[in-house]
């Protein structure tokens, strides 16, 4: 097969709002604004740890493309217990020269640490709200400080905010700040 799913998709969506005129621009995926009180609401646990691996190839029957993320988990911030390693199931990524890119999904490379608000759906684990639910830990050259940076991917992604539609924009925290205001609205001492 030589076009995934989600393009054929795409074709026929456009083809049949093509029928009602001009298409007007749109973006590939649009989120909904969640607040942490939301991600906590909705995630089976957070947690904060080392990415060890990713993995991509084809599901079982071939039809998509998955990347398979390690995640050394260094603390469970709140909700439950989860395996250690953690390894989450993201749609998308490349085999060889067939590509299926899900705009808005949150990217991961081996070796970073990260903080991650996890779902799990019929056994499965994958991060929470798209790239929303991911955080990378980085630290500011001048003051040493570390910042829990959650980052856009490149692409077309928007949010759905009070105001309408708005372009996507990351957040950051200090690293404690973050920790700690996840376990206050958890309720986690």
Not at 17 to 31: D, I, V
Not at 150 to 177: F, I, K, N, T
């Amino acid at each position: 097969m030589r076009g995934s799913f989600l393009t054929a998709c795409a074709v026929a969506a456009a083809a049949a709002l093509s029928a009602f005129g001009p298409l007007s621009p749109c973006y590939a995926t649009t989120l909904a604004a969640w607040t942490l009180e939301d991600f906590v609401a909705n995630s089976n646990a957070v947690v904060a740890g080392t990415v060890t691996g990713v993995e991509v190839r084809y599901n079982e029957d071939k039809t998509q493309i998955h990347s398979y993320v390690t995640i050394a988990i260094d603390q469970v911030i709140a909700g439950e217990a989860l395996p250690n390693p953690l390894v989450l199931d993201q749609l998308g990524g490349r085999v060889g020269r067939r590509v299926e890119l899900i705009e808005g999904a949150p990217v991961y490379r081996q070796g970073e640490s990260v903080l991650v608000f996890v779902e799990k759906v019929d056994d499965v684990y994958r991060t929470l709200g798209f790239y929303q639910g991911k955080y990378n830990l980085e630290t500011d050259p001048d003051t040493g400080w570390q910042y829990y940076v959650q980052r856009v991917p490149a692409g077309g992604v928007s949010v759905l905010g009070d105001s309408g539609v708005e372009a996507a924009a990351g957040a950051s925290y200090r690293r404690e700040e973050l920790v700690q205001r996840v376990r206050d609205i958890a309720g986690v001492r």
